[in-house]
T-cell receptor, first 108, second 113 residues
């Protein structure tokens, strides 16, 4: 079992919809989780992080943690074509362990 | 703005050659990292460094070595390049206190023929 798993997608949503990206992790003791966004041909950039004590909202983005089921979600409200990218989930295990990423396509 | 630069965007080398990939950051970050990114495998950590002359193995260090002689510079060395090292190589840096907010360079796409 991989330590961090994501569905590679692509996940396709219409403009204005809510995009929901999920990431499962294997270590129940994981305490902090990170979402990086990577545009095609570009480098990853950090967009959100949450700790095990709760969810976090930042503008159109919400990161949620489900400890019982061991997954983290990234919700993007009012999705825009500019949100089209690959979203990488990472878990802190003394270093970042990345999932393989989910490609999101937002169609106008 | 944090700037992380890498010496080459594209590199083509032959099997058995010694390859140097250079990374420079201009924000006085203590931590520096080398990853490779492959389709379906995501980002995998090769080596990282918390300080000058200090290095730690990541998840896939075999076939690689690193050098950090100055705080701003972190080099990845492929001692004898092989075709299975064809990949996108990404360098990143971060502060000690924000170790997981990593700033990535533009990447070097290495092809070994």
């Amino acid at each position: 079992q991989k330590e961090v798993e994501q569905n590679s997608g692509p996940l396709s949503v219409p403009e204005g919809a809510i995009a929901s990206l999920n990431c499962t992790y294997s270590d129940r003791g994981s305490q902090s989780f990170f979402w990086y966004r990577q545009y095609s041909g570009k480098s990853p950039e950090l967009i959100m992080f949450i700790y095990s004590n709760g969810d976090k909202e930042d503008g159109r983005f919400t990161a949620q943690l489900n400890k019982a089921s061991q997954y983290v979600s990234l919700l993007i409200r009012d999705s825009q074509p500019s949100d089209s990218a690959t979203y990488l989930c990472a878990v802190n295990k003394g270093k970042l362990i990345f999932g393989q990423g989910t490609t999101l396509q937002v169609k106008p | 703005d944090v700037k992380v630069t890498q010496s080459s965007r594209y590199l083509v080398k032959r099997t058995g050659e010694k390859v140097f990939l250079e990374c420079v950051q201009d924000m006085d970050h203590e931590n520096m990292f080398w990853y490779r990114q492959d389709p379906g495998l995501g980002l995998r950590l090769i080596y990282f460094s918390y300080d000058v002359k200090m290095k730690e193995k990541g998840d896939i260090p075999e076939g690689y070595s690193v050098s950090r002689e100055k705080k701003e510079r972190f080099s990845l060395i492929l001692e004898s390049a092989s075709t299975n090292q064809t990949s996108m190589y990404l360098c990143a840096s971060s502060l000690v206190e924000d170790a997981y907010e990593q700033y990535f360079g533009p990447g070097t796409r290495l092809t070994v023929t």
